[in-house]
């Protein structure tokens, strides 16, 4: 504050007192905006994850469902073979 008297001596200080306030309210807005990309990004991470961890075991499942029904046709074939 003292600075900004000395900076700009015609100007009356109500109006320098405005401008420090406001100059300290954008950087607690700047920094809580930055905080809230840090979380909003850490999130996001976490949830594409989640998801490539869900596809990853649908994918499992479905493989392991197919390697059943293989197993029953060559059963099914084999037995059909032998009669």
Do not use: C
């Not at 900004?4 to 420090?20: N, S, T, V």
């Amino acid at each position: 504050m003292e600075r900004l008297i000395l900076q700009f001596p015609g100007i009356p200080r109500k109006h320098l007192e405005a401008y420090d306030q406001y100059i300290v309210d954008n950087e607690y807005h700047n920094k809580k905006v930055k905080a809230l990309y840090r979380d909003w990004k850490k999130e996001k991470q976490q949830m594409k994850s989640f998801a490539e961890e869900q596809i990853l075991n649908q994918i499992e499942y479905l493989i392991k469902e197919t390697e059943n029904e293989l197993a029953k046709l060559k059963t099914v074939n084999i037995l059909k073979s032998v009669l």
